[in-house]
T-cell receptor, first 114, second 116 residues
């Protein structure tokens, strides 16, 4: 069965620190990749996505992610975090073959102190 | 305003009772989903539906049932057979113009069910 692993359960950073959240998936075929974010008290929303093309994708609020096919990874990065980035971040994968739905990782809680 | 409406936002029920969570969308999306979110577990797929009158089981379908009689609506029933029903339930939808599903989901605000 396909699975998604997020390396960190809880990350604590100070403002202006750099962020990298790890994500690996297990599936040998072609996939679409996503990062979703859930800010406190808000609904889950799309942060960025990768379908094909340039493996470095940019999302909202200065986030980016790099797809490394050989490593089955899709790590999320931000050069300088802000207090408002405090949220839970979910990596998600969907194989592009028919008959499947989005598979989520367990999430990483990011706490940014001002 | 287009979006997904889940109700109720909070629900308390006694053990052994069935409960139905509502999910309505006005985005004209074909596909709808139910996920369960537990602390430290991420989101786990319960059921999804790509078209009216059709749905598929997800990873944790046992103890749940769904229906998809209208494009806009995808209610979830948590039955008494669900052994640990206390959780946060998220409904989502996506465009499903043809196959496969892209995975780009729009989420509702969730329903928190507590079984006493």
């Amino acid at each position: 069965a396909q699975s998604v692993s997020q390396h960190n359960h809880h990350v604590i950073l100070s403002e202006a620190a750099s962020l990298e959240l790890g994500c690996n998936y297990s599936y040998g075929g072609t996939v679409n990749l996503f990062w979703y974010v859930q800010y406190p008290g808000q609904h889950l929303q799309l942060l960025l996505k990768y379908f094909s093309g340039d493996p470095l994708v940019k999302g909202i609020k200065g986030f980016e992610a790099e797809f490394i096919k050989s490593k089955f990874s899709f790590n999320l990065r931000k050069p300088s975090v802000q207090w408002s980035d405090t949220a839970e971040y979910f990596c998600a994968v969907i194989p592009t073959r028919r008959g499947t739905a989005l598979i989520f990782g367990k999430g990483t809680t990011l706490s940014v102190s001002s | 305003d287009g979006g997904i409406t889940q109700s109720p936002k909070y629900l308390f029920r006694k053990e052994g009772q069935n409960v139905t969570l509502s999910c309505e969308q006005n985005l004209n999306h074909d596909a709808m989903y139910w996920y369960r979110q537990d602390p430290g577990q991420g989101l786990r797929l319960i059921y999804y539906s790509q078209i009216v009158n059709d749905f598929q089981k997800g990873d944790i379908a046992e103890g749940y049932s769904v229906s998809r009689e209208k494009k806009e609506s995808f209610p979830l029933t948590v039955t008494s057979a669900q052994k640990n029903p206390t959780a946060f339930y998220l409904c989502a939808s996506s465009i499903a113009s043809g196959q496969p599903l892209t995975g780009e989901l729009f989420f509702g605000e969730g329903s928190r069910l507590t079984v006493l």
